[in-house]
């Protein structure tokens, strides 16, 4: 695998990572709430269940689940009915006052056990069945037939847990910041009602789409 690959596939992978989606938006909200040390634990969630679908799509299931129209559909119902109800939950937290832990800098309404922040990630991450098209259409892209196939199924998969993770982070620190600037009860107020009706739009535009 040149180095000309690598580049090519780290490009494809970050655009698709960083483009603002459920994952994304949770990253965001998790940094306002909790602070970008925390939402470490959500960025796990988020890479454990992407590393699933891709391992899922090596494996050669991706394929089946995308020719299984009840599976895809029934994980895309589940995934949909998630997201509302986690908008919904984000719309709610807006009539509760943040308050600025001076330790961190940050922010949270009560202190969120950390499982329970990864299972949120793990859950929205998994309510994408997408993600899957995407390896199943990706991988075959990058890798070059005749050589070490787990070699280059190791790099790509390293490559692309890193990216996830950054572009993951990224959004929880741009969160936390936007709180430590604009940490009037008001704008956080506006902020997460944006954040959970975006949520809720996301969950309803899911059910909506076609496969």
């Given at each position: 695998m040149s180095f000309h690959f690598i580049l090519l596939y780290s490009i494809t992978v970050f655009v698709a990572s960083i483009i603002p989606g459920p994952s994304m938006l949770l990253a965001l909200t998790h940094g306002m709430q909790h602070g970008a040390r925390r939402t470490i634990a959500s960025a796990m969630g988020n890479l454990a269940v992407t590393l699933l679908q891709a391992s899922i799509s090596i494996a050669g299931l991706g394929a089946?689940?995308?020719?299984?129209?009840?599976?895809?559909?029934?994980?895309?119902?589940?995934?949909?009915?998630?997201?509302?109800?986690?908008?919904?939950?984000?719309?709610?937290?807006?009539?509760?006052?943040?308050?600025?832990?001076?330790?961190?800098?940050?922010?949270?309404?009560?202190?969120?056990?950390?499982?329970?922040?990864?299972?949120?990630?793990?859950?929205?991450t998994a309510g994408n069945p997408k993600a899957i098209v995407f390896f199943t259409a990706v991988f075959p892209q990058f890798v070059t037939p005749g050589t070490a196939y787990l070699t280059q199924i190791c790099i790509l998969m390293g490559t692309g847990s890193l990216?996830?993770?950054?572009?993951?982070?990224?959004?929880?620190?741009?969160?936390?910041?936007?709180?430590?600037?604009?940490?009037?009860?008001?704008?956080?107020?506006?902020?997460?009602?944006?954040?959970?009706?975006?949520?809720?739009?996301?969950g309803i535009g899911l059910a909506a789409s076609s496969k």
């Open positions: 089946v689940l995308i020719a299984s129209e009840n599976i895809f559909q029934g994980i895309r119902w589940a995934g949909a009915a998630y997201l509302v109800y986690m908008g919904i939950g984000i719309w709610r937290t807006s009539k509760m006052k943040m308050t600025i832990v001076p330790a961190t800098g940050s922010q949270t309404l009560k202190k969120v056990p950390l499982r329970k922040m990864f299972i949120q990630a793990a859950l929205v990216i996830a993770f950054s572009c993951f982070m990224t959004y929880a620190i741009g969160g936390q910041k936007i709180v430590s600037l604009f940490s009037e009860e008001t704008i956080g107020k506006h902020i997460t009602r944006v954040i959970g009706g975006t949520f809720i739009g996301a």
